[in-house]
Every structure is written in structure tokens, then in C-alpha cells.
């Protein structure tokens, strides 16, 4: 049956190298909203209004509010058979890196050890005053540090920069790399969105899982139109098969 997913399969195999970047898409089936979508409304605000430096200086509270009701939302559901299939392609495959975009952890709690998070954590906080970390507290209003000062969730808002070792760490697997899947994002937002064609300068084969066309699919040598959930348990299913 499907070639393109023979495809991918086969590239797997003989990949000494892999990079998935994932991005919103590949939790979507976890029931989180992605940021984008038609079900990625929150309220009356967008993503590039919510998740800045400015909006938390200008109003802590509101967006400490979208916070709490994500993470409510990522304690009260699960990985997804995307998260669980790249996990075990992680156990299977020692070089297959994975670079994701989501604050969620679901990759981690998944299993995935050979992990990048690029955008920092919703589970975690740090102070603005001392700098200390700490788990998030899911609780109404805005959460204080012992020292006094203001919590901050610590994810990487428009504006800042990544953390730096994820992000060097993660340029050189893209350079380096033979196979390059993005799964589940949009391809808006830099420096992630540039990750396909740094792979694609360098001779990597690039995948794209997407169910619709976004603003890399032109970078991209194989399409799989489908969801993140059902592409990767897909894939899993031809590699077990050829054992
Ligand atoms: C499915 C599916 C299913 C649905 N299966 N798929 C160069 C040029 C222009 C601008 C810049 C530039 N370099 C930097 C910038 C500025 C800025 C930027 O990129 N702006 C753009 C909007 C143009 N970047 C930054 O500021 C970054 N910092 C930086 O580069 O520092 C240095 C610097 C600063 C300033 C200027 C220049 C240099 C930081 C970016 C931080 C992004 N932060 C957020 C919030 C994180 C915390 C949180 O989660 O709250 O990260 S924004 C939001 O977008 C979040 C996401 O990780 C990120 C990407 O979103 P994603 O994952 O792609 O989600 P969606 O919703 O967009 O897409 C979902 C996709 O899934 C869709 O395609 C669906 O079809 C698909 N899907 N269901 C598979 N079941
Ligand atoms: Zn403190």
C-alpha cells in the first residue's frame, strides 16, 4: 500500500541520523489546542498578542489565566500514539533526535530521551527576581517565588531568545542529519521554521506530517497528508513488519 510511507520507513532504517521537529499538531490528538487552527482561538486574543515579554509586563494576570488553563488541560490528558511511536523509534534508532516546539512535556513523559525543548516547559516556572525554577503551581491568579518575586512560566515568548545549547545543539543535527520529519507545525515561527532547509542545504531527505499544506511544504521532498496520530503508528507498523 502506501509508497510514500514505505518510503519513510526505508529512510528510517538506513538514517544514521534523524531530526523530527515537532511542533502543535502532534498533540492536537491529546485534545491541546494548537495555536493556529481553527480551534486554536483563545478568547479574543492571538498567540503573537499572548506569548511576549509585553503582554506579561502589561497584564500577569491574564496571562498567567491562558497558562493555568493549559496546563489544566496537558495534566488532565496524555501522550498520544504520536508521542509513543516516536519513543520507541527513539529506542529502536540511536541516532533519531527530536526537537520539539511544545511546552507540554508529552514527549518526555512519553519516554523520548534524545530530546530538545526548544520552547522551554509550561511545567515549569522561574522567578523574575532570583531566577530560581521550580514545577508550575496549577493554581488560580498570579504565583509568587519564596524570595517575593513574580513567577513566569519558563517557555520562550516572541522576542526572546532559545536556550542556547538546545538551539546550537539542535542546528548542528539539522546540518548533520540524513532524514529530516517535521510533524504537526505550521512553519510560521523562526528559527524552528528554518530547521527543513538547513537539513535540505545539506542533502537530508525531508519529510513533512501535516494533514494541510503549510509554509514549508515546498521545502519538503515527501508529503504525508495525514495526522500526526495515525502517520506515525503508520510508519511503526511497516517497520515492525519488516522484522
Ligand atoms: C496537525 C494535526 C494533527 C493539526 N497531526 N498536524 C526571522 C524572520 C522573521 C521573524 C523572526 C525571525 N527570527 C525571529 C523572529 C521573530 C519570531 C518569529 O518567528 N516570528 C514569526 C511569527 C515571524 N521568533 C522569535 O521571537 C523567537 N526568538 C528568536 O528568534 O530570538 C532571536 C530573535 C528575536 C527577535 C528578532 C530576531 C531574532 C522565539 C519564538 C518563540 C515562540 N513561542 C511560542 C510560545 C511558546 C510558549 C507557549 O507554548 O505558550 O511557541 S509561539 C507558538 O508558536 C509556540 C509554538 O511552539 C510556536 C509554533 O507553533 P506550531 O507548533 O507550529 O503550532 P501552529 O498552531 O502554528 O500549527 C499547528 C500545525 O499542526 C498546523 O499546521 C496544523 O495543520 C497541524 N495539525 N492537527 C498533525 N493531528
Ligand atoms: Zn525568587
Known amino acids: 500500500m502506501h ?8 529512510a528510517l532504517d538506513r538514517s544514521a541520523v534523524t531530526l523530527v521537529l515537532t511542533g502543535a499538531g502532534v498533540s492536537a490528538a491529546s485534545g491541546i489546542p494548537t495555536f493556529r487552527g481553527a480551534d486554536g482561538l483563545w478568547r479574543k486574543y492571538r498567540v503573537e498578542e499572548l506569548a511576549t515579554p509585553g503582554a506579561f509586563h502589561r497584564d500577569p494576570a491574564l496571562v498567567w489565566e491562558w497558562y493555568q488553563w493549559r496546563l489544566g488541560l496537558v495534566r488532565g490528558s496524555a501522550p498520544n500514539p504520536a508521542h509513543t511511536v516516536l519513543a520507541e523509534l527513539g529506542t529502536r534508532f540511536a541516532g533519531l533526535w527530536i526537537v520539539t516546539q511544545n511546552v507540554d512535556g508529552y514527549h518526555r513523559q512519553a519516554g523520548s530521551r534524545r ?3 526548544i520552547h522551554g516547559s509550561l511545567q515549569r516556572s522561574r522567578c523574575l527576581e532570583c531566577g530560581t525554577r521550580k514545577p508550575t503551581p496549577l493554581q488560580p491568579g498570579i504565583p509568587y517565588c519564596s524570595c517575593g518575586g513574580m513567577l513566569r512560566p519558563d517557555v520562550v515568548w516572541f522576542g526572546e531568545t532559545l536556550p542556547v545549547a538546545a538551539l546550537q545543539q539542535s542546528l548542528e543535527l539539522a546540518q548533520n542529519c540524513d532524514l529530516f520529519i517535521t510533524a504537526g507545525t505550521s512553519g510560521l515561527v523562526e528559527p524552528a521554521a528554518s530547521f527543513m532547509s538547513i537539513a535540505a542545504a545539506n542533502g537530508a531527505l ?6 494541510i499544506p503549510t509554509a514549508v511544504s515546498n521545502q519538503a521532498t515527501v508529503l504525508l497528508r495525514g495526522e500526526a496520530d495515525q502517520v506515525f503508528p503508520a510508519i511503526w507498523s511497516i517497520l515492525e513488519d519488516k522484522i
Request: hydrophobic share 40%.
Open 3 to 10: 509508497t510514500e510511507f514505505q518510503r519513510v520507513a526505508t
Open 115 to 117: 530530546l530538545l525543548e
Open 206 to 211: 525531508t519529510v513533512e506530517i501535516n494533514p
